[in-house]
């Protein structure tokens, strides 16, 4: 039996936040490098342009899994969000890739850098703003579940310490007097970037494979089934898949053959009520089965979520 899960409340408004502070920090970080002609800080900029296009994605994949199941959607729409998280990776691969060729360039014909004061003053309120949004992002995405809100909050945050780093870059030429230095954390930050992107694109593919839920989530859910069991009730073939905020199950109820339909289907009744008490986001799918009956047992083999046996199989009792 299908149950609907819960609904969240609109996010759209997180991905204005992240909209507003891409423009404001794209202004600064732009000036920022006019003013100083430092490679640090057009990659800083660069990256920004990226937030800017990332958190587009975001708004349009919040409203994309928003949508209800339809008639070509049966389970909804929620994996859209796994989509704007690859599509994060990609971009930040993007900037890595300017980034880095810019820094090339600038390490075989190193340049002064100019007002560096101003400049980075300028880039540190652009971090400022940065850092407070990504804070906000990232504790929405882990309050709703949202894989898109956490890939651009963990963006924002990555943006961070790419301006940290360029800060450090910048403040060592101007102390040192070494034009090399600036290239060099720019370079680094280069490749800091690379395996953000990296992570969020490994992310996105391990939900559009459907993969399972994290390990804590199924032994809780296994925990939940073996308090329900009863010398007459049992489980087995527990499966389980995350598609963005929502978590789906599936598990077969093995009941004495000689009940009646509506016996068996208040005892799943109840026992989905028990699972939306404890995982308000997940989508219960129950199979009944006669425990009297061998084929009930031989489902899934291995890849089914382990519950420990409390009944002997029928093919075992002497």
């Given at each position: 039996m299908d149950s609907p899960a819960t609904s969240r409340p609109n996010l759209e408004k997180f991905a204005w936040l992240s909209i507003a502070a891409a423009v404001a920090t794209i202004a600064l970080k732009t000036g920022a490098w006019y003013i100083t002609d430092s490679v640090g800080l057009l990659a800083d900029a660069a990256e920004s342009i990226v937030n800017l296009v990332a958190a587009i994605a975001v708004l349009i994949a919040l409203r994309v899994a928003a949508r209800a199941a339809d008639d070509n959607h049966h389970y909804g729409h929620s994996k859209a969000e796994y989509f704007s998280a690859a599509i994060e990776g990609g971009m930040i691969f993007v900037a890595a890739t300017f980034i880095i060729?810019?820094?090339i360039a600038r390490l075989l014909d190193p340049q002064p850098i100019s007002q560096a004061g101003i400049g980075l003053t300028i880039s540190v309120v652009a971090s400022v703003i940065n850092g407070a949004v990504a804070f906000v992002l990232l504790r929405a995405g882990r309050e709703h579940r949202s894989i898109t809100l956490r890939a651009d909050g963990q963006h924002?945050?990555?943006d961070v310490w790419t301006s940290v780093g360029v800060l450090v870059g910048v403040l060592l030429v101007v102390v040192t007097g070494i034009e090399q230095l600036d290239p060099i954390v720019a370079l680094l930050v280069g490749a800091n970037i690379i395996w953000t992107g990296w992570k969020l694109l490994d992310e996105s593919g391990r939900g559009l494979m459907d993969e399972a839920l994290d390990p804590e989530v199924n032994a809780a859910l296994a925990a939940v089934l073996e308090s329900q069991r009863t010398a007459e009730i049992d489980f087995h073939g527990l499966r389980t898949r995350g598609a963005g905020h929502l978590s789906f199950a599936e598990v077969h109820v093995l009941v004495p053959g000689a009940w009646s339909v509506r016996r068996a289907h208040d005892v799943v009744e109840d026992l989905e009520q028990v699972l939306h008490r404890d995982f308000p986001d997940l989508e219960v799918t129950?199979?009944?089965?006669?425990?009297?009956?061998?084929?009930?047992?031989?489902?899934f083999g291995d890849y089914?979520?382990?519950i420990a046996p409390l009944h002997p199989h029928p093919e075992e009792t002497p």
């Open positions: 060729w810019q820094s924002l945050l990555t129950t199979h009944i089965e006669p425990r009297e009956d061998p084929r009930a047992y031989h489902d089914e979520i382990p």
